[in-house]
């Protein structure tokens, strides 16, 4: 696999192990580069593109751009235009932690930064209508999306750890972001859609023959790694065109949308085998490791749009099952000792669009996030989450005739500001005696930055 990953145990699970064990698996995951993923990805997190973020997430699901793909697939067909994006995108972080005391020295003294790893994506999204090659006249448009971490040279952020000093949930690097889907109009005023998010499953397998001073042979390594895909199908509906035969109606400026999206992850598991010749005969020693890098919700979302002359504005709630998140880490063998519990949650957005001139628009939008974490302590990996409001604003410029190219061209820009509300939490380890042994208030800030460049066509 091209990717940068690392499985790490911090060093109370480590010492739990049997030596030949952790040789097997410093061997197999050692030679890798650690990456600061997160459980989050960059579409609920932040935004995909620059309208997306600076709406807070509000209008994405009646954005006509490409990013359509992901939010509302149904909305691919509400611009007939094809199109060509490329975006940049810098999530700039600064997590702090301050120490409250506890049962031994603090591990830290007050006002830590403990994560200031930035995120930063190269994005690219294409639209057209593929219509041309069925055997029907309506037309039938394809999008796709995809954002790389560490502007296109990271192609798959992971890591999955336990950690003394704590670790922020949903935060730092993001990973792979690859979505596809088609949609179109079915009946007047009615578009659906689906598309299929996509994330990877990596699955490795070593044996081999070891002395007890870790020097390995007869090593057989075998790495796989398969694409597993989940559905997004959404609907819309433009209620004037839908249910008024006759124009003006009073329902013309009210759009509303549903969107339905499956829950998925990024997992690795590994299999180890070693045999110790005149200490540990065949069939060997095994060590089994599964673990989550990254998991996204199943989530409900519903939207409400009117246009209101010049200006668009969007009411949008949606509804995260967090709560399944439990039931996968019971399986990761990394994590599964912290106990941790999550609740589903309910996201409210609100997003303004105001057209200044025929070709200047601006955005603004506000959302409040709660933590899908219940806990306050999560035994080994201590987990951090906090509530936070989310502010967006950003821009954006059509140029009609643009030189050389025979098509219009879109430049967006958008920015966002997260604040952390803070929240305590209790840190722990498997080797303390006394546990909770501190205990750290958590808050932060984050700046997002993001631009865009659209080639209509």
């Not at 080797?431 to 958590?442: D, R």
């Amino acid at each position: 696999m091209s990717a940068n990953e690392s499985v790490r145990r911090g060093p109370a699970r480590r010492a739990t192990q049997p030596l030949t064990a952790i040789a097997c698996a410093s061997l197999l995951l050692g030679a890798v580069v650690p990456a600061a993923a997160n459980m989050g990805n960059t579409a609920t997190t932040y935004g995909i593109l620059p309208m997306d973020i600076a709406s807070a997430q509000a209008m994405s699901m009646f954005n006509t751009q490409v990013s359509a793909t992901y939010y509302n697939p149904a909305y691919l067909a509400r611009d007939q235009r094809g199109e060509l994006t490329g975006g940049l995108f810098h999530a700039e972080h600064e997590l702090r932690v301050e120490s409250q005391g506890g049962s031994n020295p603090p591990v830290r003294s007050g006002g830590d930064v403990l994560d200031d790893t930035p995120s930063q994506q190269v994005l690219i999204g294409l639209k057209t209508d593929i219509s041309s090659i069925t055997k029907y006249d309506k037309p039938l448009y394809l999008g796709f999306m995809a954002g790389i971490e560490e502007f296109g040279q990271e192609m798959l952020a992971f890591t999955s750890e336990t950690s003394d000093e704590g670790q922020f949930f949903n935060y730092g690097r993001q990973p792979l972001f690859l979505n596809v889907g088609a949609g179109m109009n079915v009946w007047r005023g009615i578009d659906v859609g689906a598309s299929l998010r996509v994330t990877l499953h990596a699955d490795a397998s070593m044996r081999t023959r070891s002395t007890l001073a870790g020097e390995t042979s007869a090593e057989s390594l075998k790495v796989k790694a398969k694409p597993v895909m989940r559905p997004i199908v959404g609907i819309n509906i433009r209620w004037g065109e839908t249910f008024c035969s006759q124009t003006p109606c009073w329902m013309d400026p009210i759009e509303t949308a549903l969107v339905y999206k499956g829950y998925s992850n990024t997992r690795t598991k590994v299999s180890a085998n070693a045999v110790i010749p005149g200490t540990i005969p065949p069939p060997g020693l095994d060590l089994a490791i599964q673990t989550l890098d990254s998991f996204q919700p199943e989530i409900i979302s519903a939207g409400l749009l009117y246009n209101w002359g010049r200006a668009r504005i969007a009411l949008a709630a949606e509804i995260q099952r967090w709560s399944r998140l439990e039931e996968e880490f019971e399986r990761d063998t990394i994590k599964n000792q912290a106990n941790m519990q999550f609740e589903d949650i309910v996201i409210p957005r609100l997003g303004i669009t105001y057209q200044v001139s025929d070709i200047i628009s601006v955005t603004t939008g506000v959302a409040y996030e709660k933590s899908p974490l219940e806990n306050r302590e999560s035994l080994d990996v201590n987990y951090f989450d906090n509530d936070r409001y989310v502010f967006g604003l950003g821009g954006s410029l059509e140029i009609k005739n643009p030189p050389i190219l025979a098509f219009p061209m879109r430049l967006d820009f958008g920015y966002q500001y997260h604040m952390l509300r803070d929240r305590d939490f209790d840190l722990s380890r498997s080797a303390e005696p006394n546990n909770p042994y501190e205990t750290i208030t958590a808050d932060g800030d984050v700046h997002v930055f993001a631009g865009s460049v659209t080639l209509k066509f």
